[in-house]
């Protein structure tokens, strides 16, 4: 048995420590964090001076009290949460000590017992209100728990309490409010905190991103604008204001990007975004004049290097994209097994498939691994060495089961490019029989399953996914759009892609599929209305086929067939858009 000196020891190691325990499953009664509708925020680092130490309560360390200490300590560390929380807990309330109460917050937080956590943290701030880490913990729980009123008057006193580093309390809170659900009711909590600081540009900028997930976009806007007036160097939120322009119009961002550059002719990351959006506008020479500015003012900048070298793939300049890939290897870029998969990727776009295949090659660990072991396999298929293809990635050695998924991945798409689908099919479904319930394993099997028209595959993949992620927008997509794209159970695909549609209101493929859908229940303004946005936001082939239908159906024949001419010219191959081509223009 341990001798009273012993526990009392322990006890006093305990009080200062602050290991985080291994997450455990609440016990009956209690709500995990991960379920309150957003996800559980990390420990908050506090970068502000440390408050003095907090007065002590005169409670005297008792044998009984030291027990229920070591026993608290002994249950955390064997991973049972329910004696340690209650045990934590019942100290925190009997001795009122700021560090027992920090202690029970963090072994309640680490377990996910929210209601205890939140108790805790209200001891700990009674105990010690100057407690800066104590408020931020309070105030992430009360977020968790969508508690934004109760939440309020910590946020207030957390600002107030160091006035000079109020901006960059500013800059954590939007961080914060911006995970929440209700933006709504987010924007206005953000106005009403930043009210009393409006001096200070980060609290501007805040009130305008939390107004912008509000879609309050003119006052995003102001807001904005008040913020670079208040410091017209802040890059960031220069950023900010062409993006919230660029939901009006492109040309009203690059117009105002292009200004604040003659102005601010250093600002490295305005110029990056200038360039990209100039390329996404296919303006492509302009661009190019961004990209010799950057290389010109940042030469031994490997980031700048590496930007511009990417987005010179964008342009599909690929020779400028291969010397400044090679001159971020020169200059030490932080990831070289990065630049030498794109310049992997360069080789194989020009067809210099052995010089691709050494790039490729070249990549034997980490991050990049998986991806280049499957682009080498990828390469070997164009070369018509689809056996030695499927072969290579068969050798490689898988480190965990999501290597295990990229890879059967990658085989299936090597199957399904070759047209062989129900190989394909086959081979994912002994993957998923060996890893059951992986999402997606799941939902690549389920596309497989449409192509050997086992729709009865699909949708119980499809569904079985949806139980396991209720988030998962391309599941209900997907399932929606089979059923519109088959004229089947209409109404139920509408549902499905506007739950879609819903949970990812700026995806073009489910804008396409609800624009799809609406043309096949025969609401064809509606439907071209959706289309005519996906194609716009993503020029695909797909979305160009459907397009092209509903206006021949709307009687914008030559429209249509103009649409058509112009993604044959880059996608001849595309399948779905070569058949609608042809039932309209034989």
Same mark, same amino acid.
Request: with cysteine; net charge neutral; glycine share 4%.
């Given at each position: 048995?341990?001798?009273?000196?012993?526990?009392?020891?322990? &006890?006093?190691?305990?009080? /200062?420590?602050?290991?985080?325990?291994?997450?455990?499953?609440?016990?009956?009664?209690?709500?995990?964090?991960?379920?309150?509708?957003?996800?559980?925020?990390?420990?908050?680092?506090?970068?502000?001076?440390?408050?003095?130490?907090?007065?002590?309560?005169?409670?005297?360390?008792?044998?009984?009290?030291?027990?229920?200490?070591?026993?608290?300590?002994?249950?955390?560390?064997?991973?049972?949460?329910?004696?340690?929380?209650? /045990?934590?807990?019942?100290? $925190?309330?009997?001795?009122?000590?700021?560090?027992?109460?920090?202690?029970?917050?963090?072994?309640?937080?680490?377990?996910?017992?929210?209601?205890?956590?939140?108790?805790?943290?209200?001891?700990?701030?009674?105990?010690?209100?100057?407690?800066? %880490?104590?408020?931020?913990?309070?105030?992430?729980?009360?977020?968790?728990?969508?508690?934004?009123?109760? +939440?309020?008057?910590?946020? #207030?006193?957390?600002?107030?309490?160091?006035?000079?580093?109020?901006?960059?309390?500013?800059?954590?809170?939007?961080?914060?409010?911006?995970?929440?659900?209700?933006?709504?009711? $987010?924007?206005?909590?953000?106005?009403?905190?930043?009210?009393?600081?409006?001096?200070? @540009?980060?609290?501007?900028?805040?009130?305008?991103?939390?107004?912008?997930?509000?879609?309050?976009?003119?006052?995003?806007?102001?807001?904005?604008?008040?913020?670079?007036?208040?410091?017209?160097?802040?890059?960031? +939120?220069?950023?900010? %204001?062409?993006?919230?322009?660029?939901?009006?119009?492109?040309?009203?961002?690059?117009?105002?990007?292009?200004?604040?550059?003659?102005?601010?002719?250093?600002?490295?990351?305005?110029?990056?975004?200038?360039?990209?959006?100039?390329?996404?506008?296919?303006?492509?020479?302009?661009? !190019?004049?961004?990209?010799?500015?950057?290389?010109?003012?940042?030469?031994?900048?490997?980031?700048?290097?590496?930007?511009?070298?990417?987005?010179?793939?964008?342009?599909?300049?690929?020779? &400028?994209?291969?010397?400044?890939?090679?001159?971020?290897?020169? *200059?030490?870029?932080?990831?070289?097994?990065?630049?030498?998969?794109?310049?992997?990727?360069?080789?194989?776009?020009?067809?210099?498939?052995?010089?691709?295949?050494?790039?490729?090659?070249?990549?034997?660990?980490?991050?990049?691994? *998986?991806?280049?072991? &499957?682009?080498?396999?990828?390469?070997?298929?164009?070369?018509?060495?689809?056996?030695?293809?499927?072969?290579?990635?068969?050798?490689?050695?898988?480190?965990?089961?999501?290597?295990?998924?990229?890879?059967?991945?990658?085989?299936?798409?090597?199957?399904?490019?070759?047209?062989?689908?129900?190989?394909?099919?086959?081979?994912?479904?002994? /993957?998923?029989?060996?890893?059951?319930?992986?999402?997606?394993?799941?939902?690549?099997? &389920?596309?497989?399953?449409?192509?050997?028209?086992?729709?009865?595959?699909? #949708?119980?993949?499809?569904?079985?996914?949806?139980?396991?992620?209720?988030?998962?927008?391309?599941?209900?997509?997907?399932?929606?759009?089979?059923?519109?794209?088959?004229?089947?159970?209409?109404?139920?695909?509408?549902?499905? *892609?506007?739950?879609?549609?819903?949970?990812? @209101?700026?995806?073009?493929?489910?804008?396409?599929?609800?624009?799809?859908?609406?043309?096949?229940?025969?609401?064809?303004?509606?439907?071209?209305?959706?289309?005519?946005?996906?194609?716009?936001? !993503?020029?695909?082939?797909?979305? +160009?086929?459907?397009?092209?239908?509903?206006?021949?159906?709307?009687?914008?024949?030559?429209?249509?067939?103009? *649409?058509?001419?112009?993604?044959?010219?880059?996608? @001849?191959?595309?399948?779905?858009?070569?058949?609608?081509?042809?039932?309209?223009?034989?």
């Amino acid at each position: 048995m341990m001798n009273v000196r012993t526990a009392a020891v322990m &006890a006093c190691a305990m009080l /200062a420590a602050c290991a985080q325990q291994p997450t455990q499953r609440p016990a009956a009664g209690e709500t995990p964090l991960a379920e309150t509708g957003t996800q559980p925020q990390p420990k908050v680092v506090v970068t502000r001076p440390a408050p003095p130490n907090p007065p002590l309560p005169g409670h005297e360390l008792t044998e009984q009290i030291m027990f229920k200490l070591m026993l608290a300590e002994v249950a955390a560390q064997r991973g049972q949460p329910n004696v340690a929380v209650s /045990a934590y807990l019942d100290l $925190a309330r009997e001795t009122r000590d700021p560090r027992i109460a920090r202690r029970a917050t963090e072994v309640a937080w680490n377990a996910r017992f929210v209601s205890a956590a939140l108790e805790a943290v209200g001891i700990w701030l009674q105990a010690d209100p100057q407690s800066t %880490q104590a408020r931020e913990i309070m105030v992430v729980l009360l977020l968790n728990q969508a508690q934004l009123a109760g +939440a309020r008057p910590h946020l #207030e006193q957390w600002i107030a309490a160091d006035p000079a580093n109020a901006g960059h309390s500013f800059l954590q809170l939007s961080s914060l409010l911006g995970r929440h659900k209700d933006k709504t009711e $987010a924007a206005k909590l953000m106005r009403a905190l930043a009210q009393p600081y409006p001096e200070v @540009p980060e609290a501007r900028l805040a009130v305008a991103q939390a107004a912008w997930n509000a879609n309050e976009q003119q006052l995003a806007l102001d807001e904005a604008r008040a913020a670079l007036r208040l410091r017209p160097d802040w890059e960031l +939120a220069a950023l900010f %204001q062409a993006q919230v322009l660029q939901r009006r119009s492109n040309a009203e961002a690059l117009q105002y990007l292009g200004d604040y550059l003659k102005t601010h002719p250093q600002a490295k990351d305005v110029r990056l975004n200038y360039a990209r959006l100039l390329v996404n506008e296919k303006k492509f020479d302009e661009a !190019r004049k961004q990209f010799e500015a950057l290389l010109r003012q940042h030469p031994e900048n490997a980031e700048v290097t590496m930007a511009v070298a990417l987005l010179a793939m964008q342009t599909k300049d690929y020779d &400028a994209a291969e010397i400044q890939l090679k001159r971020a290897l020169e *200059i030490d870029y932080k990831d070289p097994d990065a630049v030498r998969y794109y310049l992997g990727q360069v080789n194989e776009e020009r067809k210099r498939f052995d010089e691709a295949l050494k790039w490729y090659g070249s990549i034997d660990q980490g991050e990049q691994y *998986i991806n280049a072991q &499957a682009r080498y396999a990828g390469v070997l298929a164009k070369q018509g060495q689809l056996a030695a293809a499927r072969g290579h990635l068969q050798r490689v050695s898988p480190q965990n089961n999501q290597q295990r998924v990229q890879l059967a991945q990658a085989e299936a798409q090597l199957l399904r490019e070759a047209n062989e689908y129900q190989q394909a099919f086959d081979l994912l479904g002994q /993957a998923l029989e060996k890893l059951p319930d992986t999402p997606d394993l799941l939902y690549d099997h &389920a596309m497989a399953a449409e192509k050997v028209n086992r729709i009865d595959v699909l #949708e119980s993949n499809l569904r079985r996914l949806i139980q396991l992620q209720p988030g998962h927008a391309h599941a209900y997509n997907a399932l929606g759009y089979t059923l519109a794209d088959r004229n089947e159970r209409l109404p139920e695909a509408r549902i499905l *892609i506007e739950t879609a549609l819903k949970l990812s @209101p700026d995806d073009p493929f489910i804008m396409d599929s609800m624009g799809w859908v609406l043309y096949r229940l025969g609401q064809y303004k509606e439907g071209l209305d959706y289309l005519q946005r996906a194609f716009s936001l !993503r020029p695909d082939p797909e979305i +160009a086929a459907h397009l092209g239908e509903v206006l021949w159906a709307d009687g914008q024949r030559e429209q249509a067939q103009k *649409i058509w001419a112009e993604m044959l010219k880059d996608h @001849p191959q595309n399948e779905v858009l070569r058949n609608t081509v042809k039932r309209f223009v034989p």
